[in-house]
């Protein structure tokens, strides 16, 4: 597996756990996930924990969409409690 693509209302956190295996044994897997930090957190998650958890297995990030210069972590304030906000953020590995 290269590549994923995610859109699953705000459980992509809960996802992403349960594949570890497959994410830490393919280094330069590359994912686009819809990223709502209202969905998040209204799944029972949050936009901080996948964030997060993205960072622990060694993912950087971006958000795929015009916000200016905000990082995905602003976005979370501005539009935690917003359900009409979503983007798409592009999470990879710098292989070297």
């Known amino acids: 597996i290269n590549f994923i693509k995610m859109d699953i209302q705000g459980f ?3 996802a992403l756990k349960g594949m570890h295996n497959v994410l830490i044994s393919n280094n ?11 969905a998040l957190k209204s799944s029972g998650g949050s936009a901080a924990e996948l964030l997060k958890f993205l960072e622990d297995m060694g993912f950087k990030y971006k958000l795929l969409a015009n916000t200016g210069n905000k ?9 935690e409690n917003d359900k009409d ?3 798409n953020l592009y999470a ?3 292989v070297n």
């Open 85 to 87: 906000k979503y983007f």
């Open 71 to 79: 990082t995905p972590l602003e976005v979370i304030a501005q539009y």
């Open 28 to 38: 330069d897997i590359k994912m686009i996930l819809e990223y709502c930090p209202y």
């Open 12 to 14: 992509e956190y809960f």
């Open 92 to 94: 990879y590995r710098e």
